[in-house]
């Protein structure tokens, strides 16, 4: 059965990985996703390693009929992906296709939402709720080039610490500094420090966050949190998003033919 007009499928855009594990947890969150919203058309692309690609999934899209469609990047922050990479590979993909209007949602943070997901999986490792005054907690994102990213993780750390922890420090995988590891040292040194925790900010796993979590080992961190995933907060985040940008008023750019 076609989507009708009153709920355009969604199409989320993940950055794609050689690893399997990447691939395999994006598909369980918009599983997720598509539960908890029956009868909403949820489909993923890649932007690259996996299929399908962008280009193959707009394709589907309009093969299958649909002439409204939300595609969701899923990314943290804003940087070069959400910036560049993926205008331009949805511009390219409708060209061709002028029935079919799409329309991009934000990117997915930053968010209470993401915290609450982050804290879900901190508590998953093992954290106590006890704990939180005497953790120095370590947010490790994947890093980026992109000013406008990496302050956005600095601004998240700064607003985590308010909620009770004893100190917390940003770490990059790649592209900016500190490590994970320097950043679980550092925290080693802080006053009130009992133990420390890594919350990896990064939705799949993949090479990056390997890296994160090797660092973690390596510095000795107490505690190492799973990434992202499929966690409900995700899901609830990635709707809505979906929802906002369905909204008249929405930021999201409209790109037809």
Known sequence: ??????????????????????????????????????????????????APSVPQAVGRLAADGVRDAVALPLLLTRAFHAKTDIPAVLRDSTAALPSLRLRTAEVLGPSPLLTAALERRLTEAGLRPADRPSTGLVLASAGSTDPEAGAVIAAVA?????????????????????????????????????????????????????????????????LLAPVLGDAPELAALLLRRYDQARRPAAAGQLLSA
């Open 1 to 50: 059965m076609r989507p009708g007009p009153s709920r355009p499928p969604l199409l989320v855009i993940a950055h794609g990985s050689r690893d399997p594990r990447h691939a395999a947890t994006v598909h369980a969150l918009t599983r997720r996703v598509a539960a908890a919203r029956p009868g909403l058309r949820v489909d993923t692309a890649f932007l690259d390693f996996n």
């Open 158 to 222: 700064r607003e985590w610490r308010h909620t009770g922890w004893c100190a917390v420090r940003p770490a990059f995988a790649s592209a900016a500094l500190p490590r994970a590891e320097d950043a679980v040292r550092e925290l080693r040194a802080v006053p009130g420090v009992r133990q420390v925790a890594v919350a990896p900010y990064v939705v799949a796993p993949g090479f990056l966050p390997d890296r994160i979590a090797r660092g973690a080992r390596e510095a000795g961190a107490d």
